[in-house]
């Protein structure tokens, strides 16, 4: 059992469509991490976000820190084929030790 | 720009067997950590060093023993093989073990490990 479910598992969009992918726990976190990952690379930090309630935007991509700060999303904008790869969240324990969900694998076609 | 190297990149072995992942960072971090990726699995931790010098378990330690040689370096080893570990293989560093921008991990590119 993931301590952190992320869904869907799997995104086929068209160019131009939104999305959002989901990361869920029954836990509380210090902080959330998400990450993008492309085949044969180690994963890349996105955003971390600390404070429930939190929102940060990165030109389309939009993450929220749910306020019991257990959840989070994830919220692309006009997707576009160089958003393809796998979306990982994470929570951050003490120690800076993370907790990663399964992935989100999104392919967007054009 | 090298960041965090992982070596090698490609790894077949027999069960049994024994082997060394190389892990260097560059970036004069004093943390890193070994983590294995499964599909549908995400990513699990290993083993971790806060600092030089100093080594715990992770999520999954059993299987695996690690030596932080120096600052830059972090090695895991699998005295035995199985097919179990068959996996990716990730090392990752940070600055520090605080939550904050200053203690972002990275990641390198990684390590496939087939132990047939």
């Known amino acids: 059992t993931q301590l952190l479910e992320q869904s869907p598992q799997f995104l086929s969009i068209q160019e131009g469509e939104n999305l959002t992918v989901y990361c869920n726990s029954s836990s509380v976190f210090s902080s959330l991490q998400w990450y993008r990952q492309e085949p044969g690379e180690g994963p890349v930090l996105l955003v971390t976000?600390?404070?429930?309630?939190e929102v940060k935007k990165l030109k389309r991509l939009t993450f929220q820190f749910g306020d019991a700060r257990k959840d989070s999303s994830l919220h692309i904008t006009a997707a576009q084929p160089g958003d393809t790869g796998l979306y990982l969240c994470a929570g951050g324990r003490e120690g800076n030790k993370l907790v990663f969900g399964a992935g989100t694998i999104l392919r967007v076609k054009s | 720009n090298a960041g965090v190297t992982q070596t090698p990149k490609f790894q077949v072995l027999k069960t049994g067997q024994s082997m060394t992942l190389q892990c260097a960072q560059d970036m004069n971090h004093n943390s890193m950590y070994w983590y294995r990726q499964d599909p549908g699995m995400g990513l699990r931790l290993i083993y971790y060093s806060a600092s030089e010098g100093t080594t715990d378990k992770g999520e999954v330690p059993n299987g695996y023993n690690v030596s932080r040689l120096n600052k830059r370096e972090f090695s895991l080893r699998l005295e035995s093989a199985a097919p179990s570990q068959t996996s990716v293989y990730f090392c990752?560093?940070?600055?520090?073990?605080?939550?904050?921008?200053?203690?972002?991990?990275?990641f390198g590119a990684g390590t496939r490990l087939s132990v047939l």
């Open positions: 976000v600390v404070t429930g309630g």
């Open positions: 990752a560093s940070s600055e520090g073990t605080g939550i904050g921008a200053k203690n972002i991990q990275y």
